[in-house]
């Protein structure tokens, strides 16, 4: 048995990133109204084929484009001990074709179309999507269907691949402190749930890969019963689920695979790590047991989020940059949308010459304030405008829409999406406090710390404000 340490997520929260920085809030909700409005279950139709396969399709006529995916219910949570990293190892050999297309051919057929495709793999799930002109939306169903059943898993492409994300895993991970930091605090907070592990596994694993492991992972998980589509964009349904049915129809159903996995006991008492790695400079990442979307308290733990993190007038970032000036950077963040209970986390790369202790000692105050002080009604009327319209702003392109009912599937039912808005609009100062208190507290948290030590030979730099170069 061989443990190591936790990769952030490649595909975590999609939705938000991309209007964290937003300040026209107000504006952006004023023209989302009309969106804001249309529920997903009055827009949403969903079926299941015989086969068990469920696809989910949402029409949405305003461009000449659809997103076609595939999501298949497995990711690095479904791995076991001395297997980590199967699930993106799949995801790397689903590119080198089947018996009837060959990899060469997937792609030349999807660019001679005007489309792109890709895939993507994190702790809860599998994905693969196709991009492409409305009228074309047959092609991508004819590829993902012989996909699913016809795949080659060939010895050659295998030791070929593994060599590309063995290195994958040296340059996102390996070389990459903050990521190895991360890692590192996640396999500490986990002991037994598989979010122990990182979604590209562990070197030592992937060393030891056999091209039957493989195979063997793909027909517990690929196959209609462990599957669903998502379909989004300028089509017909009647006619769309028509070709589905009969490219998808046929296919054996399969067993679904159990999808339960253990969990951690409570966590009793505060875990701390410290982690020596070259870099200019520390930094630090506290993670808090947390539930997911299944219990309401996690739409109050999104406004603690926001509280906390949101943009340059929130409170670490108003506080521990601006004012204090003993930080570059902070963040927070919640995963709601994780199958299983995951983290809070907050994270903070100080100023060079400012210490740990002052640092870890200012995200306390602030976190303790806000669990002891009821936030004030402007401050909380922003935040969730803030978070409200991230929610409908993420949805302004179709593929983000076939994304958000997609995640919400896998943690549970896309029509929780629903829920979102009045929930957090349902959050009270005292649903705050009571959060904080409960979650995000020392006996509940793990304190990942990198200690820097200076780089003994050259190593690529990022850039730092336009400035400044670092190494993290």
């Known amino acids: 048995m061989v443990k190591c340490n936790m990769l952030v997520m490649r595909v975590e929260r999609p939705l938000r990133s991309a209007t964290r920085s937003l300040t026209a809030v107000a504006l952006i909700l004023v023209l989302c109204t009309g969106l804001a409005r249309a529920a997903l279950k009055d827009t949403v139709y969903e079926t299941v084929l015989g086969n068990g396969l469920k696809v989910i399709l949402l029409e949405n006529h305003k461009a000449p484009l659809v997103t076609f995916q595939v999501w298949y219910r497995v990711g690095s949570r479904n791995e076991a001990w001395g297997k980590t990293g199967l699930s993106h190892m799949l995801e790397h050999m689903m590119f080198k074709g089947t018996t009837r297309v060959s990899a060469k051919e997937f792609s030349r057929i999807l660019e001679e179309n005007g489309g792109n495709n890709n895939a993507f793999t994190s702790t809860d799930f599998t994905a693969y999507f196709e991009n492409i002109y409305a009228e074309k939306v047959d092609i991508p169903i004819m590829l993902e269907s012989d996909r699913m059943q016809n795949l080659l898993l060939r010895e050659e492409d295998f030791r070929t691949e593994l060599q590309v994300v063995m290195e994958e895993r040296r340059l996102r991970t390996e070389d990459n402190p903050e990521a190895s930091l991360a890692e590192n605090m996640e396999a500490t907070a986990f002991q037994i749930q598989p979010y122990h592990w990182p979604v590209i596994g562990c070197m030592v694993d992937l060393q030891g890969f056999t091209i039957e492991d493989v195979k063997a992972y793909h027909a517990i998980y690929y196959s209609p019963s462990n599957a669903f589509l998502v379909v989004a964009g300028d089509f017909d349904r009647k006619r769309v689920l028509a070709s589905i049915d009969a490219a998808f129809g046929s296919i054996p159903s399969g067993k679904a695979p159990d999808q339960v996995r253990n969990l951690d006991e409570p966590q009793r008492g505060e875990r701390r790590i410290v982690v020596e790695k070259e870099a200019l400079l520390p930094s630090i990442i506290m993670g808090y047991h947390v539930p997911n979307l299944k219990n309401d308290d996690s739409y109050a733990l999104e406004v603690v989020e926001g509280i906390l993190s949101a943009g340059k007038s929130s409170r670490l970032y108003r506080g521990l940059v601006r004012e204090r000036q003993i930080a570059l950077n902070v963040d927070a963040d919640h995963a709601l949308l994780s199958k299983d209970p995951h983290l809070f986390t907050i994270s903070v790369d100080p100023l060079p010459g400012k210490g740990m202790e002052e640092v870890e000692k200012a995200i306390d105050q602030e976190v303790d304030r806000l669990g002891k002080e009821p936030v004030d ?72 710390i990198l200690k820097a030590i200076p780089p003994t030979k050259e190593t690529p730099t990022q850039e730092l404000g336009g400035k400044e170069r670092i190494i993290r």
């Open 377 to 448: 009604a402007q401050e909380l009327e922003k935040v969730k405008n803030q978070l409200e319209a991230s929610f409908i702003y993420g949805q302004d392109s179709i593929f983000s829409q076939a994304m958000l009912l997609a995640q919400y599937e896998i943690a549970g039912d896309w029509r929780l999406a629903d829920d979102y808005v009045p929930k957090i609009r349902n959050v009270s100062a005292q649903d705050v406090m009571r959060a904080v208190a409960r979650y995000l507290s020392p006996e509940n948290r793990t304190v990942a």
